[in-house]
């Protein structure tokens, strides 16, 4: 059974950084994409990052506009996790943070999730004074 599940996410002030983890099972870590996506209440849900795991492109990352510079994705694929590390943490970052399983190249997981096969059930990040 494929399982997906996020941890870390808390409540941090204003230029502070968080990292989270995404835990997976039930799949081969060398067969998957994983990408962070967030919801913020009231918002659509958004592509955060996306760390290529398959073909010629393991290893690289896609990210999108709004945290570009400030998040980075990795992946340590001895233990199947995949991390975000959050700095200058902005109170719009504010949301529930998903990880997400693709088989597609991060390109396209970025420009939809209807790519995504799979989904962890969330971590909040809350960013306040």
């Known amino acids: 059974q494929v399982q997906l599940v996020e941890s870390g996410g808390a409540v941090v002030q204003p230029g502070g950084s968080l990292r989270l983890s995404c835990a997976s099972s039930g799949f081969a870590s060398d067969d998957w994409n994983i990408a962070w996506f967030r919801q913020a209440p009231g918002k659509a849900r958004e592509a955060v990052s996306c760390?290529?795991?398959?073909?010629?492109?393991?290893?690289?990352?896609e990210y999108g506009n709004s945290v570009k510079g400030r998040f980075i994705t990795s992946s340590d694929t001895s233990d199947n996790t995949v991390f975000l590390q959050m700095n200058g943490l902005k109170p719009e970052d504010t949301a529930v943070y998903y990880c997400a399983a693709s088989p597609s190249q991060c390109i396209v997981v970025m420009a939809t999730e209807r790519s995504v096969f799979y989904w962890g059930r969330g971590t909040q990040v809350t960013v306040s004074p």
């Open positions: 760390v290529a795991r398959t073909g010629g492109a393991a290893g690289t990352a």
